[in-house]
């Protein structure tokens, strides 16, 4: 199982938008709404910020939202903030019942 | 509060063999599927293995026969046997509790390493 293909960094400023892309096949992230997307701060475990897709955990805030077209799910962050700034990683549900992550978008608030 | 609590993590030698636990509380561990994840040093997350409630395995198609995952519902832990380490195997093991098809939960990880 390939691991998913996402930008290795984004950067944007405070207070403006950005988007991660995660890239896969029609046997995870296009065959299953079943991605999610984690932020990991450095030294720290990761910490679901959405599921199934576009779903929000109770305490994200609603400035993270995702979404999905074919292969190619996203996560933008709008408004962006100082606090934003993290390691990013997708991952899907696939065909053979496992789980694959991307390779990670490191965020740079500049 | 929920928690989860890995342990046995350390150094190890290449060929040699560890098992990770990660005690869980907080939640009703019987009634939910669990994974292990990894990280190497200042690299990606790596999805291992996962287990369902029932018991039920599956892992990453590049540890099968190396990496073996079990539960014991009764002590409300989770297990990773690691056996033939090699120095690729060499990261943070994170335990986590899945949603349905998402990890809701994640402990801390602990190290591993794998160095003569």
């Known amino acids: 199982q390939s691991a998913l293909t996402q930008p290795a960094s984004v950067s944007g400023s405070p207070g403006q938008s950005i988007t991660i892309s995660c890239t896969g096949t029609s046997s995870d992230v296009g065959g299953y709404n079943y991605v999610s997307w984690y932020q990991q701060h450095p030294g720290k475990a990761p910490k679901l910020m959405i599921y199934d897709v576009s779903y929000r955990p109770s305490g994200v805030s609603n400035r993270f939202s995702g979404s999905k077209s074919g292969n190619t799910a996203s996560l933008t962050i709008s408004g962006l903030q100082a606090e934003d700034e993290a390691d990013y990683y997708c991952?899907?549900?696939?065909?053979?019942?496992?789980?694959?992550f991307g390779g990670g978008t490191k965020l740079t608030v500049l | 509060e929920m928690q989860l609590v890995e342990s046995g993590g350390g150094l190890v030698q290449p060929g040699g063999s560890l098992r990770l636990s990660c005690a869980a509380s907080?939640?009703?561990?019987?009634?939910?599927?669990m994974t292990w994840v990894r990280q190497a040093p200042g690299k990606g997350l790596e999805w291992v293995s996962g287990?369902?409630?029932?018991?039920?395995?599956y892992y990453a198609d590049s540890l099968k026969g190396q990496f073996t995952t079990s539960r014991d519902n009764s002590k409300n832990t989770l297990y990773l046997q690691m056996n033939s380490l090699r120095a690729e195997d060499t990261a943070v093991y994170y335990c986590?509790?899945?949603?349905?098809?998402?990890?809701?939960?994640w402990g801390q990880g602990t190290l591993v390493t794998v160095s003569s």
């Open positions: 287990i369902t409630s029932g018991g039920s395995t």
């Open positions: 991952s899907s549900y696939t065909s053979n019942s496992t789980r694959v």
């Open positions: 907080g939640f009703s561990f019987s009634s939910y599927a």
């Open positions: 986590a509790k899945m949603g349905i098809h998402f990890i809701d939960y």
